[in-house]
């Protein structure tokens, strides 16, 4: 599986949101690491359970960041149900920790890195860039 590391073009002109995002390729990078064994580790279950926190304290954050710079009400419910779906689909990876199947666990890391980071992060969130760009 190929690493992702953090990049220039990620940004969304804002320090702190970059931070968060730039950990998050870092745990997930590190999740990857840990399941190419037989089947899910302590090692790999501690790094999920590390993802799953930082990911529900990263979409709070987030969200507030975004509400304060003005980003529209639509837009914002808009980008609060995509986190919700991301956040269901996390508890679904868990539920597949549960049941140790190593290849349904090598099958979320496209999901983890396309999915969240090509569309989510790379697409979804440059549309409030110009907000939080605004409300400096």
């Not at 320090?15 to 840990?34: F, K, P, S, T, V």
């Not at 580790?41 to 993802?51: N, P």
């Not at 779906?85 to 679904?92: G, N």
């Not at 666990?105 to 760009?133: N, R, S």
Request: glycine share 6%; hydrophobic share 40%; with cysteine.
């Amino acid at each position: 599986m190929n690493r992702f590391e953090w990049k220039p073009e990620y940004s969304v002109d804002d320090a702190e949101i970059d931070r968060q995002h730039a950990e998050l390729i870092a745990i997930i990078n590190e999740l990857a690491g840990q399941l190419h064994g037989e089947g899910p580790s302590d090692g790999a279950r501690r790094v999920f359970d590390h993802l799953a926190h930082y990911v529900t304290t990263h979409f709070a954050y987030e969200e507030e960041r975004v509400i304060r710079a003005g980003y529209p009400d639509d837009k914002v419910a808009a980008h609060q149900a995509e986190h919700n779906a991301i956040l269901r689909q996390l508890q679904e990876f868990e539920r597949v920790f549960e049941s140790g199947d190593a290849a349904a666990l090598q099958a979320m890391m496209p999901f983890l890195y396309g999915e969240w980071l090509i569309h989510h992060i790379c697409g979804t969130d440059k549309e409030y860039v110009p907000y939080l760009t605004a409300a400096r």
